[in-house]
Each structure stands twice: as structure tokens, then as C-alpha cells.
T-cell receptor
Framework: DAGVIQSPRHEVTEMGQEVTLRCKPI?????LFWYRQTMMRGLELLIY????????DSGMPEDRFSAKMPNASFSTLKIQPSEPRDSAVYFC?????????FGQGTRLTVV | AQSVTQLGSHVSVSEGALVLLRCNYS??????LFWYVQYPNQGLQLLLK??????LVKGINGFEAEFKKSETSFHLTKPSAHMSDAAEYFC????????????FGQGTRLTINP
């Protein structure tokens, strides 16, 4: 398996634009997580899915953020409209039994 | 609720010296505990995990950690530091039952001096 695949690796966008981050989890994993990493706040859990169903989205900062998991092999995190304070590295992780595997992350810069 | 506290955001040791990274957890239920390592511009990689079996857990790259319930600690150690150990290390906790989400500490940046 190629591991958790995230795209794009880098994204630079202008404030106000819509941004969509993509994640392909490891096949067979039933949980998927979206994290955000910044210098100020460290690693924050934004949302996680179990069997494609959102279980806890309490970490989603505001309504501008939304996440979907239409099937077991794909998830998206959308920010609309984007703001400079959304600049961060966004990680997707998938897990089987109590072990999470992380993607390489998407470095988002909003200018 | 669960939480993790990593003592020391930066740790610096000499090559060949002992590495000790501290982690204390808070959990109302028996926890699973993890250490992850993050190299620059990379995702997080699992070093080791405690899942209620042996209290001394051995991981990759010569690291190990000991679960001490009485101290609510799960410190990470390595007898002899190598230059390639320079990275950021994260302690994390999750519940054994129920939700699987990982709660991470703030991370400790390890620097190795030649």
C-alpha cells in the first residue's frame, strides 16, 4: 500500500478563494482524521470519520471549514472563503486498530 | 476528557548522550499511548505504542518508553543519541474503548549537538 495520500502537497491561494484538500486513506482503514498543524497551536484535530460518517467535528474552527467522506477511499477538506490565518499544514490520517498513519500533509498558504 | 502534556518544547543533547523526552497524560479511562516522530517537511511516523500489555515498550530506531500508571507518565528514552534523531516528537493518547481519536501533546523539538 502506498500509505495515506494527500494532494496537493503545496497550495498557495489568495484570500477569499475556495481551497479543497484531498485525502486517500489506506485501504481497509475505517477511521479517517483531519489535523491542522501550526507553530502557535501545534497539532489540532479538526474532524474525524468512522466508516465514512463524521463522528466529531468539534475541532472545525468555523463554518468556513467543511469535510466530506463520500466513500471509504476518499475525503476532502474544504475552506471557503479562505483567510490568511488558515495558513498551516493540514494532515490526513487513517487508522485501523488503534494505530494512525499520517499522510505527508498539504502546506497551505493564503495570501 | 483526555490530554497530554509534554514537558519541554525544546530538548538539546550531545551525540551519544541519553535522550529523555517527557510526557504526562490525563485520562479518565485506561489509555492507549503513542509516540510519533516528525522529520522536517514530513508527516508523523509512529515510533511506539502502549496498548495495556507490557509497560516497557520498545519502538523503532532504538527508542523505548515506559508506562507508569502511578505517575501518569509515558516518557520516551534512547540510550545514545544519533544525529539522525533530530526531529520533533509528539506524545498522544486515545481511549481503549469508544472513540479512536488521538489527542496530541504540543511536541518536543529534539536537537542533537555534534
Amino acid at each position: 500500500d502506498a500509505g495515506v495520500i494527500q494532494s496537493p502537497r503545496h497550495e498557495v491561494t489568495e484570500m477569499g478563494q475556495e481551497v479543497t484538500l484531498r485525502c486517500k486513506p489506506i485501504s481497509g482503514h475505517n477511521s479517517l482524521f483531519w489535523y491542522r498543524q501550526t507553530m502557535m497551536r501545534g497539532l489540532e484535530l479538526l474532524i474525524y470519520f468512522n466508516n465514512n460518517v463524521p463522528i466529531d467535528d468539534s475541532g472545525m474552527p468555523e463554518d468556513r471549514f467543511s469535510a466530506k467522506m463520500p466513500n471509504a477511499s476518499f475525503s476532502t477538506l474544504k475552506i471557503q472563503p479562505s483567510e490568511p490565518r488558515d495558513s498551516a499544514v493540514y494532515f490526513c490520517a487513517s487508522s485501523s486498530v488503534r494505530e494512525a498513519f499520517f499522510g505527508q500533509g498539504t502546506r497551505l498558504t493564503v495570501v | 476528557a483526555q490530554s497530554v502534556t509534554q514537558l519541554g518544547s525544546h530538548v538539546s543533547v550531545s551525540e551519544g548522550a541519553l535522550v529523555l523526552l517527557r510526557c504526562n497524560y490525563s485520562s479518565s479511562v485506561p489509555p492507549y499511548l503513542f509516540w510519533y516522530v516528525q522529520y522536517p517537511n514530513q508527516g508523523l511516523q509512529l515510533l511506539l505504542k502502549y496498548t495495556s500489555a507490557a509497560t516497557l515498550v520498545k519502538g523503532i530506531n532504538g527508542f523505548e518508553a515506559e508506562f507508569k500508571k502511578s505517575e501518569t507518565s509515558f516518557h520516551l528514552t534512547k540510550p545514545s543519541a544519533h544525529m539522525s534523531d533530530a526531529a520533533e516528537y509528539f506524545c498522544a493518547v486515545s481511549r481503549i474503548q469508544g472513540a479512536q481519536k488521538l489527542v496530541f501533546g504540543q511536541g518536543t523539538r529534539l536537537t542533537i549537538n555534534p
